[in-house]
Nanobody, 123 residues
């Protein structure tokens, strides 16, 4: 599965961005999709994930209530809507795909990764 993430950019605190991740695989709907992020000097961390059908999601506490993940299986795309952005949201955001049906917060359990897209939030 090839993943391509895009939609990052430079925004001010309190603004919104929507990231997209397009998958090449026709069986996209069979994958759990997740978003992770990595800030400079920090380890990659879990942001959110969604199951194959889109009816189950999970969010890191740091983004709960501000970020929303969704997917369009017909378009082989997963989205990350980010609202009320904070300076601490600044990071490279990666989308990832995991075979199977269970959401996982562990990056090591995701089989495929996109190239990352930079999100910078200025205060």
């Amino acid at each position: 599965v090839q993943l391509q993430a895009f939609g990052g950019g430079l925004v001010q605190t309190g603004c919104s961005l929507r990231l997209s991740c397009a998958a090449s695989e026709r069986t996209f709907s069979s994958y759990v999709m997740g978003w992770f992020r990595q800030a400079p000097g920090k380890e990659r961390e879990f942001v959110t994930a969604i199951n194959w059908s889109g009816d189950r999601t999970y969010y890191a506490d740091s983004v709960k209530g501000r970020f929303s993940i969704s997917r369009d299986n017909a378009e082989n795309t997963v989205y990350l809507q980010m609202n009320s952005l904070k300076a601490e949201d600044t990071a490279v955001y990666y989308c990832a795909a995991r075979s199977g049906f269970s959401i996982s917060l562990r990056s090591g359990l995701y089989n495929y990764w996109g190239q990352g897209t930079q999100v910078t939030v200025s205060s």
